[in-house]
């Protein structure tokens, strides 16, 4: 069994946790089955300043988990319907997240499916923040939770590093805010992977 991901991992600066992130695998105990998945693709958000983090405006209940201790889950829903998973980073009371963008299905592929609601193609189970999420099941009632703990319910396992020459970076998928958030280059994918959520223009 692959070693489970430490507080101290998570507590370090976001962009060196996301491109570390990449390549690692997503677990999802679910009826006492592991769901999960290589993760190919993510999105920093870092900091009050970033106009393009559910932060910029400080604290709300919606979005407390961001300033909470690293290591944990922020999950919340968008168009009422998606659910979306973050990874929190850095110290406790800094709002800074990694948004969990795509992966690549390698356990309990056919719960997966399931889940999906259909026998979608594999390249498309967990392509994209709301489907990777309804493919393992993740919802608000995970959010705040420990992914480090014991008895977590989701965690994060090492696997072997990518090289760095395999890492791109790029603006973030569909961000408002100034021009500085969205041109910031902190989406992170592995080249040539066809599981990403979309590719980078040209």
């Not at 992914?147 to 395999?166: K, R």
Request: glycine share 8%; proline share 7%; net charge neutral.
């Amino acid at each position: 069994m692959s070693q489970k991901l430490s507080r101290d991992f998570f507590d370090r600066p976001t962009l060196t946790v996301a491109r570390e992130l990449v390549g690692q695998r997503l677990v999802r105990q679910r009826e006492g089955m592991r769901l999960a998945g290589y993760i190919v693709e993510v999105e920093a958000y870092i900091g009050m300043d970033d106009q393009a983090s559910h932060a910029r405006f400080g604290r709300t209940p919606r979005n407390a988990a961001m300033f909470g201790p690293p290591g944990h889950a922020y999950i919340y829903l968008i168009y009422g319907i998606h659910h979306c998973l973050n990874l929190v980073t850095e110290h406790e009371g800094f709002p800074a997240a990694i948004l969990i963008r795509a992966l690549e299905p390698v356990e309990g592929v056919p719960e997966q499916q399931a889940l999906r609601g259909t026998q979608h193609p594999l390249r498309n189970l967990a392509r994209g923040p709301g489907r990777l999420c309804q493919a393992l099941d993740i919802n608000l009632r995970l959010n705040e939770s420990d992914v480090c703990a014991a008895n977590a319910m989701l965690w994060v396992e090492a696997s072997d590093a990518i090289p760095l020459t395999e890492i791109a970076y790029g603006p973030r998928v569909g961000v408002a805010g100034d021009i500085t958030a969205r041109s910031a280059p902190w989406r992170l994918w592995i080249k040539d992977s066809p599981w990403i959520s979309r590719r980078a223009p040209g």
